[in-house]
């Protein structure tokens, strides 16, 4: 089912999240010899399990997202990806794929000693739990994702090299200004090679352009709360900046191009809501479509007045309604 286009101004009352809550436990897991990964449980011990898939990847998370949930149904867990966030080592590359992230959520539903369990997931967030749930169909419950990503080659290059960047040219001229014009032809592998070389200066400032560039783009109407994280927060802009051009160069390591769109009718038993910003120009509307034409027991959601972000108010309305009508699944 694909729903109308929703605005904020049509509904009569926006759903908003929940309130602020802290983690009843906290932990550290270790999933090889290299990675440990952090995590948190928040809710209800005894609720349905929920797990917050963040994005990126190397994007890790922040206290809102514990929102996005009925405390008092769900049994909340929020963790961050391999070199993300507050797992360690900080921005490591080395044994940091699509499919060890795959099989670390599987080392974390057997650690929280889950059956089955909802993932949630946006942008990136999307992408690894649909790869997941491709991999693993009988541990999922249902689905809810937003700002449908698939990795495939054509929404890297529209994002990265030549599309997006007629929408915000004043903000791509920005992200070009690092790269020297004869390196322009293939941009993310000019950003990658600055971001995993030696020269802590030159790493910073393209830490800080790639991750300006993603932030300034993300909202209907641009944040400028967004766009100095990225500017004043070193460390997460070289930590995300470094994961994410280590998996675009290598296309997130997947087997084909069009690999989650083509496998996507393993999911056919599992229930879903798909909540797609309608000018989302991060993660464009085309990969959400893709999804559900193949994905059937999928509802498409359009917010009509939305980007890309999980803070717009129809995104946020639509995420929590989804969150709610899966507590009793």
């Known amino acids: 089912m694909s729903?109308?286009?929703?605005?904020?101004?049509?509904?009569?009352?926006?759903?908003?999240?929940?309130?602020?809550?802290?983690?009843?436990?906290?932990?550290?897991?270790?999933?090889?010899?290299?990675?440990?990964?952090?995590?948190?449980?928040?809710?209800?011990?005894?609720?349905?399990?929920?797990?917050?898939?963040?994005?990126?990847?190397?994007?890790?998370?922040?206290?809102?997202?514990?929102?996005?949930?009925?405390?008092?149904?769900?049994?909340?867990?929020?963790?961050?990806?391999?070199?993300?966030?507050?797992?360690?080592?900080?921005?490591?590359l080395e044994e940091n794929t699509t499919w060890d992230l795959v099989e670390d959520l599987e080392k974390l539903r057997q650690h929280f000693n889950v059956d089955k369990w909802v993932l949630f997931g946006g942008s990136w967030g999307s992408t690894l739990s649909l790869a997941y749930a491709e991999t693993h169909p009988e541990r999922v419950k249902a689905l809810v994702l937003r700002g449908i990503f698939c990795c495939?080659?054509?929404?890297?290059?529209?994002?990265?090299?030549e599309g997006a960047s007629f929408m915000f040219p004043d903000a791509w001229d920005?992200?070009?200004?690092?790269?020297?014009?004869?390196?322009?032809?293939?941009?993310?592998?000019?950003?990658?090679?600055?971001?995993?070389?030696?020269?802590?200066?030159e790493k910073l400032k393209a830490a800080t352009a790639w991750s300006v560039w993603e932030m300034a783009t993300s909202r209907l109407y641009v944040d400028p709360s967004y766009i100095a994280r990225a500017a004043d927060d070193a460390k997460f802009a070289v930590t995300f900046a470094r994961i994410e051009t280590h998996y675009f160069v290598h296309g997130a390591f997947m087997e084909e191009d069009e690999q989650l769109i083509k496998n996507a009718d393993k999911l056919n038993n599992i229930p879903g809501v798909i909540v797609q910003g309608r000018y989302d120009v991060v993660c464009p509307p085309r990969s959400a479509w893709d999804l559900h034409k193949v994905w059937t027991k999928a509802e498409l959601h359009w917010v009509a007045d939305a980007g890309h972000s999980s803070k717009e108010p129809g995104i946020v309305h639509q995420l929590v309604t989804a969150t709610d009508k899966f507590r009793d699944l």
């Open 3 to 92: 729903s109308p286009d929703s605005t904020t101004q049509e509904s009569k009352e926006l759903r908003d999240l929940y309130p602020e809550i802290e983690p009843y436990k906290t932990g550290m897991l270790k999933v090889s010899e290299i990675h440990s990964l952090y995590y948190e449980e928040v809710g209800n011990p005894d609720g349905k399990p929920i797990i917050f898939v963040h994005g990126g990847p190397g994007g890790g998370t922040d206290p809102r997202d514990r929102r996005f949930f009925d405390p008092k149904a769900y049994r909340i867990l929020i963790y961050h990806q391999r070199g993300a966030g507050n797992s360690l080592p900080n921005a490591c």
């Open 152 to 161: 495939r080659r054509k929404e890297l290059l529209w994002f990265y090299q």
């Open 174 to 201: 920005k992200y070009l200004e690092v790269i020297p014009v004869g390196e322009r032809g293939d941009l993310m592998s000019a950003y990658y090679r600055r971001l995993t070389g030696n020269n802590e200066e």
